[in-house]
């Protein structure tokens, strides 16, 4: 069966038109406009020639980018332009932003397409003779030695490894760190890291989605090489950060290993600039001269006081008593890097809050988050997810269509439409990304538990589903 050609976003056959709006004065806008009204001159084409941007219109995003355009019917590949909003009219185009000055489509030579797209010195250009002869394997071995160590390799678990792809992506992103656990941490923190930067190389296929490169690699390799394009790691939806295999320093510390390969301590002074220590000790004592470390450290030292209580209450520790009320260290929320802690509000949910909370902790949840009430701080808004303005528009969209779904079945299968609302949701793992925006954390199974067995959508209408 032979491959579809790939649709020219711009130039699609039979494609929506996209409104142009000539200048800044233009209210109206037209689905064509001339050459000559947009003050563009192209060599051995008319001023009278229509230009039409006739495209088939993604879904799930409001503006999107388009590369290529009809000019007197013909298709003309034009500098990639996104579409905007003006004057109240989604996805139009702004007709002074129109550039048909793209001269990169041949080599110099002016008989070959080009097939990539210039680059630093770290953008795998060094894989790009594999990736053209669809040698995916022999690609990904070599990609595996544009590997480099971690500077913060002297802060990782034994064990455990850390490593970071320098290739970068088409933007100059995703030059990031890879990690690994057990006796293979090393040789798996390597494969990670050098997936990521054949995914980053193949970034620079020129019009990477329609290039015939890349229309010829596997499923799974075009998948995260589509994520490098976006600028997001290939384990994106997964990833959390590598505090698992990272040792803690003391307080208002960190280490680096220079280019030497020496571990070089550091420490915050009252100022809040990071000063060169000795060593570790030396690090150690200077940080907590410092009064904002001293202040976090009595903080710290009052959560796991607060955590311990809690355990107790539930039967797993020999602690004397249950604290009833929030330590102190809830009182200020700091969020800065998603280090602070945030007050719950226990005043209607009370105990349900501190042992779900509890519950969470010992399933695996970082301590960096303490989970409040909805609407209890700006950033928990979003657990009033029937609010737009506080849930990403994406998924607030997905959730008030399946409601209205629901409450559509709901007068002819007597089923309570939140109720529906409540198998579905959670079907869909709407739950867990809801849980994931506000924050900031992607529950495993277990945790995924915690949260169903404790808790669950709920609606403000009036009835016995109310809350």
């Not at 009809?70 to 989604?90: D, E, I, M, Q």
Request: net charge neutral; aromatic share 8%.
């Amino acid at each position: 069966m032979a491959a579809k050609e790939p649709k020219l976003q711009g130039a699609v056959e039979d494609g929506k038109p996209l409104l142009i709006f000539i200048d800044e004065n233009d209210k109206t806008g037209a689905k064509a406009v001339t050459l000559k009204e947009l003050n563009i001159k192209i060599d051995g084409v008319s001023d009278d020639a229509k230009v039409q941007f006739l495209v088939d219109e993604p879904k799930g995003t409001k503006n999107f980018q388009v590369h290529y355009a009809f000019v007197g019917g013909k298709v003309r590949p034009l500098k990639t332009l996104s579409t905007f909003t003006v004057h109240g009219h989604a996805r139009s185009i702004r007709g002074w932003r129109v550039d048909f000055n793209y001269v990169s489509q041949k080599r110099l030579h002016g008989t070959e397409e080009q097939t990539w797209s210039t680059g630093p010195s770290n953008c795998g250009a060094e894989l790009r003779s594999d990736i053209e002869d669809r040698d995916e394997k022999s690609a990904f071995e070599k990609a595996k030695k544009l590997v480099a160590g971690s500077s913060l390799a002297p802060r990782v678990k034994v064990t455990c490894a850390r490593v970071r792809c320098r290739v970068v992506n088409v933007n100059g992103q995703l030059a990031c760190d890879f990690t690994g656990e057990g006796d293979d941490a090393l040789e798996d923190a390597t494969a990670k890291a050098g997936w990521q930067a054949l995914c980053n190389a193949i970034s620079f296929l020129v019009r990477m989605k329609t290039n015939k490169v890349f229309l010829a690699l596997s499923p799974d390799l075009q998948r995260d090489a589509t994520l490098a394009l976006e600028g997001k790691r290939y384990d994106y939806a997964t990833f959390e950060g590598h505090g698992h295999v990272t040792m803690a320093v003391p307080l208002g510390t960190r280490v680096e290993e220079n280019v030497q390969g020496v571990e070089q301590w550091y420490y915050r002074d009252a100022s809040g600039d990071w000063k060169p220590a000795n060593d570790r000790a030396d690090a150690e004592k200077k940080a907590l001269l410092n009064q904002r470390v001293q202040e976090e450290a009595r903080r710290i030292e009052q959560h796991k006081q607060f955590v311990q209580a809690i355990d107790a209450d539930l039967g797993e520790s020999n602690a004397a008593a249950t604290l009833t009320t929030l330590p102190n260290c809830f009182a200020s929320v700091d969020r800065r890097l998603g280090r602070g802690f945030n007050a719950g509000s226990f005043v209607v949910l009370g105990d349900a809050l501190l042992i779900v909370n509890c519950l969470l902790r010992r399933a695996g949840c970082p301590t960096h988050f303490f989970v409040g009430a909805p609407g209890d701080t700006l950033h928990e808004l979003a657990l009033l997810c029937g609010n737009g303005e506080w849930v990403p528009r994406t998924l607030f969209d997905r959730m008030t269509v399946l409601y209205q779904k629901c409450a559509d079945e709901e007068r002819t299968t007597n089923v309570k439409a939140i109720v529906r609302f409540n198998q579905v949701a959670t079907e869909q793992d709407l739950d867990v990304e809801l849980f994931q925006v506000v924050y900031n954390h992607r529950c495993d199974a277990k945790q995924i538990g915690v949260l169903r067995e404790w808790g669950g959508f709920k609606t403000a209408l009036l009835g016995e589903d109310s809350t």
